[in-house]
């Protein structure tokens, strides 16, 4: 009997270590401090840990963030749930547009909305605009200020239009300056410093302290190009974007727009627009999109507090959801719902415990097929290696690169990883070469 057991043990030890055994001379040939990096890997099925690495370590999570957040949102909204705009007439002749935060919402659609009150001969006394949904927070704990014209970090709020986002239009010129036109109409000041050039090379910079409303354009440009830069004032645009619509469908209103709750009592549905939810888990976890993330998020808490959106109710959502899982959450933290924030904390750990949950969940299926595979989405150019065997989210901050999801192993087995990289120091390429190093390792267990 004993030399059974230590056959057994022998085999144990054999097995199991190999595997660490293979990843830190993986990680030794990488000449990189094994302290800067944090590894789980787990059976996807039954939770057991098959290899860690500073696994109870905090660091930023970065975009693989997302893969909770949207999981936590998309529990609490249903896979039901639609994004809904709404124009509503009162029987004292008043107009009310109820804002749902829609995220894919466009002019185009507001165009809708006014065309059919025109055509149902609707002339308002007064045009409301409910902006309950959320509160007056429009960017996420600790966002970087230097961030604010980041075409990928724009500003939310329950007047998301156009992706809030301006298209600058930039034209090179023979004999002069290039260019600059801003669309749709906005009023906002640009200091135009581009020269014409042999490369294409433009910088959009604002000083908060010495010209807050002067944004300066640098930089050069050899052909005509259009650029996105973010909404710095979302409801003065959404009001342009209203106004313009309202002149143009000739609705019959002259009055300035006013904001009020739109009464529970005596209304009725003129129009409405909805999208559904399914696009939009695509869009957060495929393409990692900030501002979709973030609203996603807030609606959660929303819906979760049935009151306004604001970041407190959806770390209340959040919690809720971890209780749900059996999820210990002491020793993360989480401040929004992209990742963008360096103020969050996580785990390998806690990572690679919440996906085994998520595994064995109803949410699965769904979140399941909005993760990216290698060739789509944050992966289109990465771990081609693996092909269909892998789903995961990527993250990038400065200094930080971090992976996490599901992989099938050449045998058939599935785990569930983490691997976040915190070093200031080796590149960001580098980092992701030392992730993908990892997953080959991974793959070939047993």
């Known amino acids: 009997m004993r030399k059974i057991i230590t056959a057994i043990l022998t085999l144990v030890l054999i097995s199991m270590p190999a595997y660490a055994d293979n990843i830190d001379k993986m990680l030794s040939k990488q000449h990189i401090n094994h302290g800067i990096v944090s590894i789980s890997i787990k059976d996807a099925k039954t939770g057991q840990k098959i290899y860690s690495l500073n696994d109870k370590t905090p660091r930023q999570p970065a975009s693989t963030l997302k893969i909770i957040t949207t999981s936590a949102s998309v529990n609490t909204l249903g896979k039901d749930y639609q994004f809904t705009t709404a124009l509503y007439k009162s029987t004292n002749n008043d107009l009310y547009l109820k804002l749902g935060a829609d995220p894919f919402l466009k002019s185009g ?3 809708q ?3 059919t009150a025109k055509s149902k001969n609707i002339a308002p006394k007064t045009f409301y605009i409910d902006n309950s949904i959320f509160d007056a927070t429009e960017w996420g704990e ?5 961030d604010e014209l980041n075409p990928y970090m724009p500003k939310f709020s329950a ?3 156009d992706g809030n986002l301006l298209d600058i239009e930039i034209t090179p010129k023979k ?9 749709p109409f906005y009023p906002i000041n640009i200091m135009n410093l581009i020269k014409n050039g042999d490369y294409t090379n433009i910088v959009f910079e604002r000083n908060n302290i010495i010209a807050p409303n002067i944004i300066s354009a640098k930089g050069f440009i050899t052909k005509p190009r259009v650029f996105k830069i973010p909404v710095l004032n979302q409801q003065l645009y959404f009001d342009l974007r209203l106004e313009e619509t309202i002149r143009n469908r ?4 002259y009055n300035p727009l006013k904001i009020a709750k739109l009464p529970e009592e005596n209304i009725y549905l003129v129009d409405s627009i909805t999208n559904d939810i399914e696009p939009a888990l695509k869009q957060t976890l495929k393409n990692s999109n900030n501002l979709i993330a973030e609203t996603l998020f807030k609606l959660a808490g929303a819906e979760y507090t049935k009151s306004t959106g604001s970041a407190q109710n959806s770390y209340a959502m959040l919690e809720n959801y971890f209780e749900k899982l ?3 959450s002491e020793d993360i933290k989480i401040v929004d719902g992209s990742g963008v924030s360096k103020n969050n904390l996580m785990t390998s750990d806690f990572m690679t415990e919440f996906l085994v949950k998520l595994y064995n969940s109803e949410d699965f299926e769904i979140i399941e097929q909005c993760i990216p595979t290698p060739g789509e989405g944050t992966l289109k150019n990465r771990m081609l290696y693996f092909k269909d065997n892998m789903r995961a989210k990527t993250g990038t901050l400065s200094d930080t690169s971090a992976i996490t999801g599901y992989i099938t192993t050449r045998r058939g087995k599935i785990y569930v990883f983490n691997i976040m990289i915190q070093d200031a120091k080796t590149s960001e390429a580098d980092k992701k070469n030392i992730e993908e190093q990892i997953l080959r390792q991974v793959y070939m267990m047993n």
């Open 109 to 111: 659609d507001l165009k």
């Open 113 to 115: 909305l006014i065309s």
């Open 142 to 146: 600790g966002w970087q200020w230097d």
């Open 159 to 161: 007047y998301n239009l």
């Open 175 to 183: 004999n002069s300056a290039p260019t600059i036109v801003v669309k």
């Open 250 to 253: 000739k609705l019959e209103y």
């Open 326 to 328: 059996n999820l210990n």
